[in-house]
């Protein structure tokens, strides 16, 4: 029996609700239709009066999240595309960010961004936020890539007293099985080390991924051995991973599906140069989406975000140098 | 004396004390004492100690903004809560990380305000709505806003949650004329703010905000029919910011033929009044209530004024709870701290 990154969210947000009588999913056509993914699947049957509609209101479900949450609930807030949450911004960053350094009082609360690009989806339905609330004290922001982060770090997400972004991949929805769910759990904060190497580290995270260790098939042909960092978590960022990567291969190239300006793959860099630099045989580099809304058309779209082609290549001009 | 009497009784001295402690905290302001920003109620004390007093204590939620000394007070916020907060001392609740009006106590009901107008509401709906989860029936959640505040898209968005949602909810609208300096034709296009409570369907009601006794009418009615499970209230109160919009503005703007109309009477003069020709009390017995007053005000800022203030090196600098993820988090070049430095 196999199950896909989707499945793996959906059931670990039916363990939450089963374990926990705190929990309680809020969002827009989550509950008899399931959801605009199916991420809920079922669950409002499973689960009376606790996976409930919301209007499309961003901010007023956010709000509600932040009320619920101090008043000791553990809400989920599906957001139907992370885009969205741009409306909701304010109570995210403004109100559940600050609440627990403001007052003393917890926010303990998940807001779920289906996160990233797929074919088709254009400007307004594949855009990637996690640097944007990396960047706001009092949030922590994961990005889940493989189904078994997706279960394993759902659930504990739900059991953290601090408000989570939690970045979920649309592409890997589908994309991603497992043929079951791997016991193996990392804690939050760990990035993984998902393939060993010593000539290069690609430092990636979400959907880069699985474009990274394509990319590091397609060098190991030319006999380079591409070490691939899993981030997972945003913040808190691994630090020490990555540094004791590049320690061990000289060459760091970040990869990220996020706008250039800034972000994740901004952060890894200035890291590794301001606590590492001595560790570096060549000028690192980043690779991200181009700096334009995301397109539509599948031609361009291809060409607009990082893929295992345009990776590959940033590894062999980081190799030549 | 019937409870009636009692209540307007119990509300005056909560405008009392509200007025007369934002005097002084506006006076502190004026004579350099107060860093940041000062926002006064002046004015509006009636409407607001009313909304407060119909709520119960300990078991409903209030969620005051920037003009809420009063109810603030009258739902139990101790006076030293204001003066440490606008003062900055180390010891009030928000322990000098945020100030003035941003402050609150959530665990007894209170929460803290941020700036975004119309962002309290939801946050209303969610205690409401954790309430309901956790099988406490009968509670009521009451906040305030402004003229101003209903023309954001976080009231619209609340307000129809909160009807879809059909809570107990009592939103009082302070139209005092003015967001700022922008007067009301250039903030709404309806004929009244009360219009708009048929439009979420909740039930609406139209007060004169400076008239205590009506207040308190209203309030018990909405927080009466919100408790019996009528769905969220709406609470229109029309009067006039008798101030600036911060202890910095001295609103000029306001024209003189304004202040001269019902709108512009003083809530807490109108009230004195009443009690006197109610004969709820003598004027001897009102000067006392005054002298009172004074008296705590002074004690509460003298007392605020000796706390320690924040120390920097003492503040943990922590914004989550998850203590684990902070080490984490502060392994990065750019924290700095004492240790690192």
């Not at chain 1, 945003?234 to 996020?258: F, H, N, Q």
């Not at chain 2, 309901?132 to 959640?141: D, E, K």
């Not at chain 2, 609406?204 to 207040?215: K, N, P």
């Amino acid at each position: 029996m196999s199950i896909t990154y989707l499945e793996a969210i959906r059931e670990a947000q039916a363990r939450a609700l089963r374990e926990d009588p705190n929990v309680f999913i809020y969002g827009q056509d989550i509950a008899r239709f399931g959801g605009a993914f199916k991420a809920t699947k079922n669950l409002a049957r499973e689960f009376p009066g606790r996976v409930l509609d919301s209007p499309i209101s961003e901010d007023a479900m956010m709000g509600l999240a932040v009320g619920a949450a101090i008043e000791g609930m553990r809400p989920i807030v599906e957001m139907q595309f992370a885009d969205f949450s741009s409306i909701a911004f304010n109570q995210i960053v403004n109100q559940a960010a600050t609440h627990y350094w403001r007052t003393g009082i917890p926010c303990p609360l998940v807001v779920r961004l289906p996160s990233g690009g797929t074919a088709g989806s254009g400007p307004f339905h594949s855009q990637s936020m996690e640097s944007l609330y990396a960047h706001y004290p009092g949030l922590i922001v994961l990005t889940p890539a493989t189904v078994g982060d997706a279960y394993w770090m759902l659930l504990e997400a739900i059991t953290l007293n601090d408000p989570v972004i939690f970045c979920e991949h649309k592409f890997l929805y589908y994309h991603l099985k497992a043929d079951e769910l791997p016991d193996e759990r990392l804690p939050i904060g760990k990035a993984r080390i998902v393939r060993h190497g010593k000539h290069a580290s690609v430092v990636t995270y979400s959907a880069m991924l699985h474009e990274s260790l394509r990319a590091a098939d397609e060098l190991a042909k030319l006999g380079y051995e591409i070490e691939v960092v899993d981030l997972r978590s945003i913040k808190p960022m691994d630090t020490d991973t990555i540094l004791a990567s590049v320690a061990r291969t000289g060459r760091l190239l970040a990869v990220g599906e996020a706008f250039p300006w800034g972000g994740v793959t901004a952060e890894v860099v200035s890291r590794v140069v301001a606590e590492g630099f001595h560790l570096l045989d060549a000028p690192p580099k980043r690779l991200n989406a181009r700096d334009t809304p995301i397109p539509y058309h599948p031609n361009l779209w291809a060409a607009h975000r990082p893929t295992a082609a345009t990776i590959a290549e940033a590894l062999r001009e980081l190799l030549g140098f | 004396m019937d409870s009636h009497a009692s209540l307007f009784q119990e509300g005056f001295h909560w405008m009392l004390l509200a007025r007369t402690l934002e005097e002084k905290i506006a006076a502190l302001y004026h004579a350099g004492k107060i860093v940041g920003g000062v926002y006064l109620g002046r004015g509006q004390e009636a409407f607001s100690a009313s909304m407060a007093l119909c709520l119960e204590k300990g078991r409903d939620i209030f969620a005051p903004l920037i003009r809420d000394q009063a109810g603030r007070m009258a739902f139990g916020e101790p006076m030293i809560d204001t003066a440490r907060t606008y003062l900055g001392s180390a010891l009030g609740p928000m322990r000098g990380r945020d100030g003035n009006i941003h402050r609150g106590r959530p665990s007894k009901g209170m929460p803290a305000m941020i700036s975004h107008l119309g962002a309290m509401i939801a946050v209303v709906c969610g205690m409401l709505k954790a309430r309901q989860f956790q099988g406490q029936s009968g509670t009521v959640g009451a906040t305030c806003i402004g003229d101003g505040g209903t023309s954001t898209g976080a009231f619209h968005e609340a307000m129809n949650m909160a009807s879809v949602e059909r809570l107990p909810l009592v939103i009082a609208v302070a139209n005092n004329q003015f967001a700022y300096s922008t007067p009301t034709d250039r903030q709404y296009g309806c004929r009244d703010l009360v219009d708009r409570a048929a439009g979420y369907g909740v039930e609406g009601y139209v007060v004169d905000g400076t008239d205590l006794e009506a207040c308190l009418e209203v309030f018990t009615k909405a927080v009466s029919r919100a408790r019996a499970g009528h769905g969220p209230q709406m609470v229109v109160g029309n009067l006039l910011r008798l101030c600036g919009h911060g202890a910095h503005d001295d609103g000029s703007y306001i024209p003189d033929e304004l202040k001269a109309t019902d709108l512009g009477r003083d809530c807490l003069k109108l009230a004195r009044q009443r009690m006197l020709n109610k004969n709820w009390a003598t004027l001897s017995e009102l000067e006392m209530m005054e002298a009172e007053a004074s008296e705590a005000v002074q004690q509460a800022v003298a007392q605020a004024q000796r706390d320690p203030l924040p120390d920097p090196a003492q503040e943990s600098w922590q914004p989550i709870s998850s203590t684990w993820l902070m080490e984490t988090m502060t392994n990065s070049p750019f924290h700095t701290d004492s240790k690192r430095a």
